[in-house]
């Protein structure tokens, strides 16, 4: 099954920077790579979502990049604001299963 | 689109007591799951059927939980008896197809057990 390791656990910035989060994943033949963002008290809510055939995928603020080669694809928050404080997941996916991890928690300062 | 209802909202038991929650995916919507997740965690997956089928339920502590999907719509998700560490919110949400689509999750029922 699918094995994704996503980092960091937790990530600071101050408002106006940038926020990285890179997951990794072992199964190659993975071909959907969705970012979950859930706020404080609220449901998860899809992001953006890159399937293989695609690299990069942009929309305003956030984008994802896909490096298939190296099986990792990454989260990039740029501009940050205070509403982006939340926790974000890159589930794994194990054959027809579909759980989420700890995820990262991103903390946006003002 | 109707997005994902679930009800109720909120739900506060004694121990031993049982409870049930329901989920309406989106309409044409063939996966559904359920996942508990509690504060501090991600979610953590129950079960999850593909029209009226079970794919998962590896995770669903039978002795107690017991979840159906009848007509491959609407499911329930029903504890039997309730235990303290079963306080959490527990989360419906739909896909298109399977996995490799995007969930959609409903607001939540936040249970707790006292």
């Known amino acids: 099954g699918e094995n994704v390791e996503q980092h960091p656990s937790t990530l600071s910035v101050q408002e106006g920077d940038s926020a990285v989060i890179k997951c990794t994943y072992s199964?190659?033949?993975?071909?959907?790579f969705p970012w979950y963002k859930q706020e404080l008290g609220k449901r998860p809510q899809l992001i953006i979502d890159i399937r293989s055939n695609v690299g990069e995928k942009k929309d305003q603020r956030i984008a994802v990049t896909l490096n298939k080669t190296a099986k990792h694809f990454s989260l990039h928050i740029t501009e940050t604001q205070p509403e982006d404080s939340a926790v974000y997941f890159c589930p794994p996916r194990s054959d027809y299963k579909l759980s989420f991890g700890a995820g990262t928690t991103v903390t946006v300062r003002a | 689109e109707a997005g994902v209802a679930q009800s109720p909202r909120y739900k506060i038991i004694e121990k031993r007591q049982s409870v049930a929650f329901w989920c309406n995916p989106i309409s044409g919507h063939a996966t559904l799951y359920w996942y508990q997740q509690i504060l501090g965690q991600g979610p953590k997956l129950l079960i999850q059927?593909?029209?009226?089928?079970?794919?998962?339920d590896s995770q669903l502590p039978k002795d107690r939980f017991s979840a159906e999907r009848l007509k491959g719509v609407d499911s329930t998700l029903k504890i039997q008896p309730a235990k303290l560490e079963d306080s959490a919110v527990y989360l419906c949400a739909s896909s298109l197809e399977n996995v490799n689509s995007p969930l959609h999750f409903g607001n939540g029922t936040r249970l707790t057990v006292t």
């Open positions: 059927f593909q029209n009226n089928g079970v794919v998962d």
């Open positions: 199964d190659s033949a993975s071909n959907y």
